[in-house]
């Protein structure tokens, strides 16, 4: 990453699942300028949404993951983000941020922000054990696994972590941690 921000920015970790992908997106867009961390397995996905991802503020700045050590995650210790936010959360992402394994960006920023007690916004994807999901082909039937929804549940327990379950829900959390911040969209 380049220079240091002016003041702390909001960090955003795309993961690699398509629900409600447009409308964090469009989210995204609403907030204006942070710090897009984005997944090989969310670049993945940003593929079938290129139009809505060419869209996002020029303000942006984009983070892939490139380095086996992660090595963007270091701007959490200079205090460059107030919050974090990871959405959409596949049950890969929280499985692993449950069990504290930090081996994607995603993951790994999870961690280094709870290291430097910098809250947490999660979008949980798997909430319900039956859901409805966008896939490249429309809207599907999905039954989340019980080790899924047990995991959404103990990751809600965790030290400066909100968990969210809806898209409105999440912009409502998103919005209300800027007002914190002082810095509005």
């Given at each position: 990453?380049?220079?240091?921000p002016?003041?702390?920015?909001?960090?955003?970790?795309?993961?690699g699942?398509?629900?409600?992908?447009?409308?964090?997106?469009?989210?995204?867009?609403e907030?204006?300028?942070?710090?897009?961390?984005?997944?090989?397995a969310?670049?993945e996905?940003?593929?079938?949404?290129?139009?809505?991802?060419e869209?996002?503020p020029?303000?942006?700045?984009?983070?892939?993951d490139?380095?086996a050590?992660?090595?963007p995650v270091?701007?959490?210790?200079?205090?460059?983000?107030?919050t974090?936010?990871?959405?959409?959360?596949?049950?890969?992402?929280?499985?692993?941020?449950?069990?504290?394994?930090s081996?994607?960006?995603?993951?790994?920023?999870y961690?280094?922000?709870?290291k430097c007690?910098?809250?947490?916004?999660v979008?949980?994807?798997?909430?319900a054990?039956?859901?409805?999901?966008?896939a490249p082909?429309?809207?599907?039937?999905?039954?989340?696994r019980?080790?899924d929804?047990?995991?959404?549940?103990?990751?809600?327990e965790?030290?400066?972590?909100t968990v969210?379950?809806?898209?409105?829900?999440?912009?409502?959390a998103?919005?209300?941690?800027?007002?914190?911040?002082?810095?509005?969209?």
């Open positions: 990453m380049s220079r240091r002016a003041q702390p920015r909001l960090a955003w970790a795309l993961t699942s398509g629900h409600y992908f447009t409308e964090c997106l469009e989210l995204i867009r907030v204006g300028d942070c710090d897009l961390f984005v997944t090989r969310a670049a996905v940003i593929r079938m949404y290129r139009k809505q991802f869209a996002l020029k303000g942006t700045r984009l983070i892939k490139t380095t050590s992660a090595a270091g701007a959490f210790y200079h205090g460059d983000y107030h974090l936010v990871v959405a959409p959360a596949t049950s890969n992402t929280v499985a692993k941020c449950v069990f504290g394994i081996d994607t960006l995603a993951t790994n920023v961690a280094q922000a709870g007690r910098i809250p947490s916004i979008f949980a994807c798997d909430t054990p039956e859901m409805e999901t966008q082909s429309g809207m599907v039937k999905v039954y989340p019980r080790i929804l047990d995991n959404v549940e103990k990751l809600k965790f030290e400066a972590t969210v379950e809806t898209y409105e829900s999440l912009r409502q998103v919005l209300e941690r800027l007002k914190c911040v002082t810095i509005s969209p």
